[in-house]
């Protein structure tokens, strides 16, 4: 049973962050097509603002790599609990970051096509999301730091 655990929180680490970036560059992607109609000069700001969102699924497969480790046949249930507790709160975190991102970044990409000089404004305002997928990885990282490896 704790090895299943243990696979889970894995699995659920890179599904989550995973949805959630490929949800958010479609939400991006969208408002990118949309602004393009009204200014095609500007595709370049459309696509760099677009390609925000997928930066949580990254961090989804960092978190396996940091994971897999503490899984292996004989943990303890301790551990298996730690793994996919770990995994669990850096996919969901990632998953909701990546989605209040794309909307961020799609009403960024929905001003420059209206002619609005919105490009920085937009990278900053669409960090804010990304640090707590960040803060979500480095939770991980330090559970992970105390859980026991396979010797």
């Known amino acids: 049973m704790e090895i299943i ?10 599904a989550l ?9 479609t939400i991006c992607g ?17 696509i ?11 961090y989804g497969f960092v ?3 940091m994971l897999q480790s503490h899984v292996f ?11 996919l507790g770990a995994g669990l709160a850096l ?11 794309a909307k961020v970044c799609a009403n960024g990409i ?4 209206g002619g609005h000089n919105a490009f920085g404004t937009t990278m900053v305002l669409a960090v804010f999301p990304e640090l707590y997928a960040i803060l979500g990885l480095l939770v991980l990282i330090l559970i992970s730091g105390v859980l026991p490896t396979a010797a």
């Open 91 to 101: 996919g969901l975190v990632a998953w909701i970051s990546a989605i209040r991102q």
């Open 63 to 65: 978190g396996f790599f």
């Open 5 to 14: 655990l243990g696979y889970l929180g894995m699995a659920l680490c890179v």
């Open 73 to 83: 046949e004989g943990m303890n249930m301790l551990t298996a609990a730690g793994v």
């Open 110 to 113: 929905s001003a420059i096509g």
């Open 17 to 25: 962050s995973g949805i959630g970036s490929s949800y958010g560059v």
């Open 48 to 58: 760099g603002l677009a390609a925000l969102p997928s930066s949580q699924g990254l």
């Open 30 to 46: 969208n408002a990118a097509i949309g602004a393009y109609k009204k200014n095609p000069s500007a595709s370049g700001s459309y």
